[in-house]
């Protein structure tokens, strides 16, 4: 029978964690503060941005909200991100995307201050991770390295297959399994014989963006899977990038949609805003 990885209780868990850290940090008068800000009203994005504001209310993170007409200029934001960037008492700044067509994201991003970029997007935290250097780490697959440590499932060694090579998801993905001494390969959608590759993997990350795309035919027999995808299928209902059902007998361990990898990105970008204010201390 395959274990399902709790990703809601072991994101619970990490809140939890992050709580008592946060309530020592006060006792030495430190507070952890994050700035979060959204251009336009997109509903997609307006349920995320919420959301982060919940979990911070929840462990005591500070947060300041600035909600942004669709028709605000890049030198408008850029003008608001530099404030942020030499406020001493913002920890952290996140720029909710996507932000709208007329605006430059990778300027915006260049902009974040690397001490203050807790979604790890700005290339000077991407290139610290990749040379093993101290630096904020894309929250998603820092998430999955939590689910895999906190499961008891050994890295070390594996044949770790990520399929998708974005920059938020499989790229920071990959690095992360190497520097836990995973033996990584890297899939993409000019990959010859996906399949066989991924029959390979005792640990496949699927991170493709395709509905039930990965089924039994693509799991090797005792894997573990990681699914990353999230979509809404017509009936209403979640699924991710693997076919659950055909692959949850072949597996020692997967994790489900929803419920598995997606509740612990807030988690992580709650971790982030509590390591860049212990470092302010
Ligand atoms: P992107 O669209 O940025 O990247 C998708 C990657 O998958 C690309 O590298 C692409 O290859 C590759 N790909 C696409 N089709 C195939 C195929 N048929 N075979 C092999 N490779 C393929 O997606 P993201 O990385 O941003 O997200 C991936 C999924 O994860 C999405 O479903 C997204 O919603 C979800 N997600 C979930 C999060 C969570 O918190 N749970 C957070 C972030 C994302 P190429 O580069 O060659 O085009």
Do not use: W
């Not at 072991?10 to 008068?29: C, F, R």
């Not at 929250?139 to 594996?158: D, F, H, M, V, Y």
């Not at 991924?198 to 090797?220: E, M, N, Q």
């Not at 361990?253 to 709650?270: D, F, S």
């Amino acid at each position: 029978m395959a274990y399902i990885i709790d990703g809601k209780k072991i994101s619970s868990e990490i809140k939890e964690e992050l709580k008592e850290t946060v309530a020592q940090l006060k006792e030495d008068g430190v507070s952890a503060c994050l700035a979060v800000i959204q251009v336009g009203n997109d509903p997609a994005s307006s349920v995320y941005v919420g959301n982060k504001k919940k979990a911070c209310a929840f462990i005591g993170i500070d947060s300041k909200s600035y909600e942004l007409p669709e028709e605000t200029t890049q030198e408008e934001l850029l003008g608001l991100i530099d404030e942020l960037n030499q406020d001493p008492a913002v920890d952290g700044i996140l720029v909710q995307l996507p932000i709208p067509a007329h605006m430059d994201e990778k300027e915006v991003i260049h902009a974040i201050s690397p001490a203050k970029d807790v979604d790890g997007f700005h290339p000077q935290s991407v290139g610290a991770l990749s040379i093993g250097e101290e630096g904020f780490v894309s929250c998603t697959p820092a998430g999955i390295i939590q689910l895999l440590k906190r499961s008891n499932i050994e890295i070390e060694g594996k044949e770790c297959v990520v399929v998708g090579r974005s920059n938020i998801v499989g790229k920071p993905m990959a690095m992360l399994l190497l520097r836990e001494n995973g033996t990584v390969t890297i899939c993409h959608s000019r990959t010859k014989d996906l399949r066989e590759v991924c029959k390979r993997a005792d640990i496949l990350v699927a991170a493709i963006g395709k509905p039930r795309f990965f089924d039994d035919s693509y799991v090797k027999d005792g894997a573990v899977v990681i699914d990353v995808g999230i979509h809404r299928g017509e009936d209403g209902k979640l699924c991710g990038d693997v076919d659950y059902a055909k692959v949850v007998d072949k597996v020692s361990a997967i994790t489900p949609v929803p419920g598995g990898v997606g509740p612990m990105t807030i988690a992580m970008l709650m971790n982030n805003c509590v390591e860049a204010a212990k470092r302010k201390r």
